[in-house]
């Protein structure tokens, strides 16, 4: 389910593709492989969540609501305030293939939406009766 959930053309796969065609493969999959290892950390982090939510149905009401403010404030920024901003922008040239693996480390790290969809997809998962929460399937 989580590459389900990064696969879909976004941030990190357009910036993996742009580094493929600006510097070469080799840096493009090196940038691919630091979003991956943080891609199974946040996964496994969402399974955690998604037993600990499975347990406790109100605290799920709460995040309801403080999820749709959120998605509210954040769409209202990117529909009036996001698209006032035409700074240009300037590309830093990174020489290390090491860097692009931390690179793509720090990107993925600053996308936390994926966590969400991933507990989500984990409750589904345990609702089929396809997983459960013990500590080996998780």
């Given at each position: 389910m989580a590459l389900v959930g990064v696969i879909p053309p976004g941030l990190l796969n357009m910036t993996a593709a742009k580094i493929s065609l600006k510097e070469g493969a080799g840096r493009g999959i090196m940038f691919s492989s630091g979003v991956s290892l943080v891609v199974?950390?946040?996964?496994?982090?969402?399974?955690?969540?998604?037993?600990?939510?499975?347990n406790r149905?109100?605290?799920?009401?709460?995040?309801?609501?403080?999820a749709?403010?959120?998605f509210v404030l954040i769409t209202i920024y990117f529909l009036?305030?996001?698209s006032k901003n035409d700074e240009p922008k300037i590309e830093a040239e990174i020489?290390?293939?090491?860097?692009?693996?931390?690179?793509?480390?720090?990107?993925s790290v600053l996308n936390v939406f994926p966590?969400?969809?991933?507990?989500?997809?984990?409750i589904t998962l345990a609702s089929f009766g396809i997983m459960d929460f013990e500590r080996l399937s998780i």
């Amino acid at each position: 389910m989580a590459l389900v959930g990064v696969i879909p053309p976004g941030l990190l796969n357009m910036t993996a593709a742009k580094i493929s065609l600006k510097e070469g493969a080799g840096r493009g999959i090196m940038f691919s492989s630091g979003v991956s290892l943080v891609v199974f950390i946040q996964t496994y982090i969402a399974s955690i969540f998604a037993r600990y939510l499975s347990n406790r149905p109100d605290i799920v009401e709460i995040l309801q609501r403080v999820a749709f403010v959120l998605f509210v404030l954040i769409t209202i920024y990117f529909l009036v305030l996001a698209s006032k901003n035409d700074e240009p922008k300037i590309e830093a040239e990174i020489k290390s293939k090491h860097g692009r693996f931390f690179h793509g480390m720090l990107l993925s790290v600053l996308n936390v939406f994926p966590i969400p969809y991933q507990a989500y997809m984990t409750i589904t998962l345990a609702s089929f009766g396809i997983m459960d929460f013990e500590r080996l399937s998780i």
